[in-house]
């Protein structure tokens, strides 16, 4: 693994979990051994639930959703897009589940060899 570019990856998550999160709410991270030979890292927040249309784009670059945008929170859009090419850099993936009831996380799943495809 680029440790530093996977760094930079997580740190974007955090961020977001943070920024985006009930204030004063913990922001939580997991990672787990998939069945499938990945490893997949969760960064969760209890904030408001990312909207599925806004789900959609959220990994394309410069793209901010409409609760970010109207928000007095700034960002360029960037970070999500990196989060994005670092996993897919790795032969792997990332994802979001964002519900009201249970939050928002995101999933970043690599191999957790760098020479087992995904």
Do not use: C
Not at 7 to 19: C, M, Q
């Amino acid at each position: 693994w680029d440790f530093k570019a996977f760094r930079r990856a997580l740190e974007n998550l955090f961020t977001n979990a943070v920024k985006y999160g009930k204030a004063g709410a913990p922001v939580t991270v997991s990672a787990q051994l998939l069945g499938t030979g990945l490893v997949s890292i969760g960064v969760h927040n209890s904030g408001d639930a990312i909207p599925e249309a806004d789900q959609r784009g959220l990994f394309e670059l410069f793209h901010r959703g409409r609760t970010a945008e109207s928000s007095d929170r700034k960002g360029w859009g960037l970070g999500l897009t990196i989060a994005k090419g670092v996993a897919e850099a790795h032969k792997g993936s990332i994802r979001v589940q964002s519900s009201q009831r249970d939050g928002t996380t995101f999933f970043i799943e690599v191999p957790l060899s760098p020479l087992q495809p995904a």
